[in-house]
């Protein structure tokens, strides 16, 4: 209570309305679990100063307070009077880090549409495109490498990360040079395993393509790796989920199509490559088949830590337009949940590996606990545990990896928003790439860093990302 | 008539006379008659009214009767008046109360009058000078048996019972009066008195049985009132036979009645003629009112003037200054009064009302604006009139915001496809741009490009192959799309490029189906090229058959109106019309049956193809009829016109629109069903698309549910030229658009 009064006597006592209020946090900077009298006429800014006050902080954190769910914007007592609170009521106020105002670091244009991005490589910043190359860029905004993947447009892109994949062969770990082994998904039907290296002289880049990927009979839509980079899925809009290894076979493990005449055109383009050097093509480990629809993503769960030193992760997400999220058993290949509404782009909190923020083209990214029904096998409830309204079509979500709470959004009007899950009116902040004219496609977000990539190629934006 | 009046006439005095015999027979026998002599005088005088029933029933025949009559009479009158005059002689003058009247005949009018005696003022003639002495009344006289009185004077003096002897006295009495006996007691007197000769003669008549009373004659001669010569009956009370004419119809009758229906059947009658005449005939409106209008208003009157309204209004209504600048600064009409008070000493000082005019104009704008009908005004809840929809919020999802938009370079986008997975859209623009690229995330993948504009394009509905038709200037196109799984190319290149081509048809077609060689193909160039016959122009329309086997294309111009259906697997082309009138705009294949409807400008025919014949004929009542399409259910129809109009049919019900909607500001270009949603939508050159919500039952009873949901704004109008066509993606809610802006969007749920 002292500190209220401190505060209070800072404020002057002009004016006398006061709001008890509790304050709750779950950053590192708790306050001790008691009642405060603020002054209504508070903003944040007094608010963040009581906190840094109380705590006595050497470095001033600012701080951010969430009320009932709504950042808090204006001052208390227009808060209080819009939704209707009484002087007498106690409020729960938590607060939260403030996240600093978004900053456009750079911007590394492209030839075509950016379809995918990948900050996992540190020092770099891998890009997929629609001209079905993979580029790589450093941070001084230098083009380090630039191959061409595929023939028709990349959908997705990731990397799988060297040092968890020690079994991938190839993988070789110079001082120099670094190999990164990237699975890209295309509209040419394949998925596929390409070697990267990245020389510290960029001219010393080079890259192979390792294996392809066959299974689908429509755009392969997505690929993603689980966090031991062991496992690959992908996802088609032929409504097949497939999960493979991401071991490099010796040989074909896909026979050759039994040929009638019509294939003999792309046989003899076939044959006229180098054998040796041909990319070996593999087989899925496992074939998911339940959607209907088109499948716009398929994820692994994350696992805890003391999983990981399993094999299979156990637990995949997939959605897809036939308005589905499912919920899958990788062990036996079925699928567990459904989640009905039509989805585009989805993602998984690391922290809480149960919670699913998926998008949809209803202009909705919403969050789903897929443990809340576990008792009924079948289909979920569709109630979301929060919704996250967007002006427009939101394309992708990413969220922090170090922040349950935070997640970032991009959508076609070219704005990205930085949520809080506990704010689910409105964005905690948003800037707008290429001036908010041209679409988002992917996001990534690493270390405080957001590549954002779209129509207009690649920018990089810094968003603090606060501790949780 | 003077005869019958003067007949009239001498015919009451007649009776008049008769009258005044009779009173004078009956005078001296009853003196209450004695009042109706006043009456007999008046009626020869004044009295006309009771008397004018009469001359109905004369005879005409008794003219000369009555004549002989009245002599007749007047001899009697004479006689009569003799008769009198013995009579009164005879009488006794005392026994009169009243004295008599005597008729006699006047020297000066020569008419019989009554006259009266003279009044002699003597004692007698008075009954109240009698001599009664007791004046006790009638009261019962044993009361005064005891007293030594019998009565009161009329002094109030008591009368003493005069003295009376005894019996002997009473005999001895008798024998000196010789009038003792008859004389009787009275009893008012208490003394004897001798009766009088009148009472006597009245004894002596009881005494013999006669009538007492001296007057009563038992032989009075007869009066004959209604017998006798000239007093004959005139009233039917004969017994004889009714005369024939009374009960049989009359002939006279019948022959007026004749005459006239005659001449109604020659027409000289009109019985119902017109009343009204050409002539205008002015009448005054206000002379009658409308009864069942409650009377007008009276008009407003104007408000009385108060005290500020004075010449020298009170100290306290005179405004003050701030009060002045106020009234000054306002408008008029905010102004509560439309003047200020002003105080003059003296009427004469009083300046002219500069604003007289005004007001008494305004007045009369008032008077001229009240309103002087009472209007009954419907009470009818508007809300209610409103048909009642469910809310659009209750039918989601239906497209309501453009997820994305991409632009062709600068030319209309006339013609969009969605391919049956929906995953893809072809869009082509009038320089020869066929774009594809992806529905969700709205990049091109690949672009072809042609010479000539893309009037058409569809994508096969087949989902085990994927191709799509694309149609240019006099040929239609076939093109394979790139990325697509190995098995889905080589079932779609066998059935667009078979190795083994079908046996040409027995009659050669105008219609040549060309592929290039194998080893000529590509991505970029069609793999089947119909070349139609020469100067049909461009394809406008397409339509595949449920099935992907048939193809159907409208073009501009050509003979057999354009039409022409392509079946894929035997590479054949037929015209199914020789001739048809009007130019085809749109054609379409009923989902379910053998039907092909064919919709020229006005009118919307349906062909059973197999049949070979016309099923029937739809009228939209659309001046040009833009495009239609059909129902997934195939029993419903809408069609859109360039007059703006969208008709609703029920194909099992009639050949006139169900529902007609105008929604659209502008000419409609394009409309079509949703494939699974219970949607439709259409677009107009007003550069809107509206979504509706169209619900369609089963069962036969219930109308199909139409209600508007959205209207998408978002394309530009150019050259007045607004979207030009839509699609709907066959598995979401989600919308296509190409408008003539260049640009093609995806509207999302």
């Known amino acids: ?468 | 008539m003077a005869n019958g009046l003067g007949r009239k006439s001498v015919k009451r005095k007649q009776v008049d006379e008769e009258h005044e015999t009779f009173e004078q027979d009956l005078g001296p026998n009853g003196t209450l008659e004695m009042l109706s002599d006043e009456e007999n005088e008046g009626d020869v005088s004044s009295d006309d009214g009771q008397l004018d029933e009469f001359p109905e029933i004369v005879n005409e025949s008794d003219s000369d009767e009555s004549d002989e009559e009245e002599e007749e009479d007047g001899e009697e009158e004479d006689g009569g008046d003799e008769e009198y005059e013995s009579d009164g002689a005879e009488s006794d003058d005392s026994l009169h109360v009243f004295p008599k009247s005597k008729t006699v005949i006047s020297d000066i009018t020569k008419q019989p009058k009554v006259v009266y005696p003279e009044i002699e003022p003597e004692y007698d003639s008075d009954s109240s000078t009698e001599d009664a002495p007791n004046r006790v009344g009638n009261v019962p006289m044993h009361w005064y048996d005891d007293l030594p009185h019998i009565g009161y004077s009329i002094d109030g003096q008591k009368i003493l019972r005069p003295a009376r002897g005894d019996e002997l006295d009473k005999f001895l009495a008798t024998v000196d009066d010789s009038s003792a006996w008859t004389s009787a007691f009275d009893k008012n007197a208490q003394a004897d008195k001798p009766l009088t000769a009148e009472e006597l003669d009245i004894i002596r008549r009881l005494y013999a049985g006669e009538n007492p009373d001296a007057d009563y004659d038992p032989y009075e001669p007869t009066t004959e009132w209604f017998t006798g010569k000239g007093k004959e009956e005139v009233m039917p009370l004969s017994g004889a036979l009714q005369p024939k004419r009374r009960w049989v119809p009359s002939k006279w009758e019948k022959q007026k009645v004749m005459k006239i229906v005659r001449a109604i059947r020659q027409g000289r009658i009109l019985p119902s003629k017109p009343k009204s005449t050409s002539k205008f005939e002015p009448y005054a409106i206000w002379s009658e009112r409308p009864s069942d209008y409650p009377p007008p208003l009276p008009a407003p009157k104007p408000r009385l003037p108060t005290n500020a309204e004075s010449y020298n209004p009170p100290e306290e209504y005179l405004p003050t200054e701030e009060e002045r600048k106020t009234w000054e600064a306002q408008d008029p009409e905010d102004r509560e009064r439309d003047f200020l008070p002003e105080k003059y000493s003296s009427l004469r000082l009083v300046p002219a009302y500069d604003q007289f005019v005004k007001e008494r104009f305004n007045r009369q704008l008032d008077l001229y604006l009240a309103p002087r009908v009472q209007r009954v005004k419907l009470n009818i809840d508007p809300e209610s009139l409103i048909p009642k929809l469910p809310s659009p919020s209750s039918l989601k999802p239906f497209p309501n915001y453009k997820s994305l938009q991409l632009h062709h370079p600068d030319s209309r986008v006339r013609c969009i496809s969605v391919s049956p997975d929906g995953s893809w859209v072809v869009s082509g623009d009038e320089d020869g741009n066929v774009s594809l690229w992806e529905i969700i995330v709205g990049r091109e993948i690949k672009r072809w490009k042609f010479k000539g504009k893309i009037g058409a394009l569809a994508w096969c509905p087949r989902t085990d192959i994927s191709y799509f038709a694309v149609g240019i200037e006099d040929t239609i196109q076939f093109i394979i799309p790139p990325h697509i799984d190995n098995s889905v190319l080589s079932l779609t290149q066998n059935v667009l490029a078979p190795s083994t081509l079908p046996p040409a048809p027995a009659s050669p077609s105008p219609v040549k189906w060309t592929t290039p060689p194998s080893n000529a193909w590509s991505l970029d160039t069609p793999i089947l090229t119909i070349d139609l016959p020469a100067s049909s122009g461009t394809p406008t329309h397409f339509c595949w058959h449920r099935k992907g086997d048939y193809l159907s294309s409208v073009c501009t111009g050509g003979v057999h109106g354009g039409v022409w259906i392509h079946q894929m697997t035997r590479r054949h082309s037929q015209a199914p019309f020789k001739k048809i009138k009007g130019s085809v705009q749109t054609v379409l294949f009923h989902p379910l049956k053998p039907h092909f409807f064919v919709a020229t400008q006005q009118y919307v025919r349906i062909y059973n193809l197999s049949e070979q014949k016309l099923i029937k004929t739809l009228i939209p009542g659309i001046k040009w009829i833009s495009s239609m399409d059909i129902h997934p259910s195939g029993d419903h129809l809408i069609v859109g016109g360039y007059d703006r109009k969208l008709c609703w049919f029920d194909l099992e019900l009639s050949e006139k629109p169900y529902k007609v909607l105008r929604y659209h500001s502008r000419a409609i270009r394009s409309l079509q069903f949703h494939p699974t949603y219970p949607l439709f939508a259409s677009s107009s050159d007003d550069g809107s698309i509206q979504i509706f919500h169209s619900r369609v039952y089963n069962d036969l009873l219930t109308d199909p549910l139409i209600v508007p949901l959205k209207i998408l704004r978002g394309h530009h109008v150019v050259d007045g030229l607004g979207v030009l066509q839509i699609r709907w993606c066959n598995k979401h809610p989600w919308l296509v658009s190409a408008s003539a802006d260049s640009s093609v969007a995806v509207w999302c749920s």
Not at chain 1, 124 to 140: E, K, N, V
Not at chain 1, 382 to 405: D, K, L, R, Y
Not at chain 1, 446 to 453: F, L, Q, T
Request: hydrophobic share 35%; charged share 20%.
């Open chain 1, 1 to 468: 209570m002292a500190s209220t009064s401190t505060a209070n006597a800072s404020n002057g006592n002009d004016d006398t309305i006061s709001q008890p209020v509790v304050f709750m946090t779950e950053t590192q900077y708790p306050l001790p679990s008691q009642k405060f009298m603020i002054p209504t006429s508070w903003r944040r800014y007094q608010l963040s100063q009581l906190i840094n006050k109380a705590l006595s902080l050497e470095k001033p954190v600012p701080f951010d307070f969430l009320v009932r769910g709504e950042l808090l914007h204006t001052t208390l007592s227009e808060w209080c009077k819009e939704n209707g609170v009484g002087e007498e009521e106690t409020l729960e106020i938590e607060y939260i880090e403030s996240v600093m105002p978004p900053q456009k670091m750079s911007d590394f244009p492209h030839e075509d549409w950016v379809s995918a991005i990948s900050c996992q490589v540190p020092g770099y910043f891998l890009t997929a495109s629609y001209d079905g190359q993979i580029r790589a860029f450093d941070y001084s905004k230098y083009l380090c490498a630039s191959v061409t993947a595929h023939a028709a447009p990349i959908t997705s892109l990731c990397v799988l990360l060297p040092e968890e994949s020690t079994n991938v062969m190839d993988t070789t770990t110079d001082s120099t040079n670094t190999s990164y082994t990237i699975a890209t998904a295309s509209q040419d039907l394949t998925a596929q395993l390409t070697q990267l290296t990245l020389g510290t002289p960029p001219s010393l880049s080079t890259s192979k393509v390792l294996a392809t990927l066959h299974l689908h009979t429509s755009t392969v839509s997505s690929v993603s790796a689980d966090a031991s980079s062991k496992h690959l899925l992908t996802a088609s809009w032929d409504g097949l989920i497939g999960l493979w290894d991401t071991f490099v076979p010796s040989e074909d493990e896909v026979p050759e199509p039994t040929l009638n005449e019509r294939d003999r055109k792309k046989r003899r383009k076939l044959d006229s490559e180098n054998d040796k050097q041909r990319p070996r093509k593999k087989a899925p480990l496992k074939v998911l088949k339940s959607h209907t629809g088109r499948v716009s993503k398929a994820i692994f769960a994350p696992t805890p830590l003391e999983r990981t030193t399993n094999t299979k992760s156990g637990k995949a997400y997939s959605c897809g337009f036939d308005s589905t999220v499912r919920v899958w058993d990788l062990d036996h290949g079925v699928c567990e949940h459904t989640i009905v509404k039509a989805f585009l782009n989805m993602t998984v909190i690391p922290q809480t590996p149960t919670s699913i923020l998926a998008l949809s083209t209803d202009r909705t990214m919403s969050l789903y606990d897929v443990r809340s029904p576990t008792s009924t096998f079948g289909s979920l409830s569709s109630s979301a545990v929060a919704t996250f309204v967007h002006p427009a079509t939101p394309s992708c979500v990413v969220a922090s990896e170090v922040n349950a709470h935070q997640l970032v959004s991009g959508a076609y009007d070219g704005v990205v928003r930085v949520w809080d899950v506990r704010s689910t009116k409105g964005a905690i902040s948003s800037f707008k790439s290429w001036e908010g004219k041209k679409k988002i496609m992917s996001m990534d977000w690493k270390k405080g860093v957001v590549g954002v990539g779209g129509e207009g190629g690649l920018e990089v934006w810094r968003v603090g990302e606060e501790r949780a």
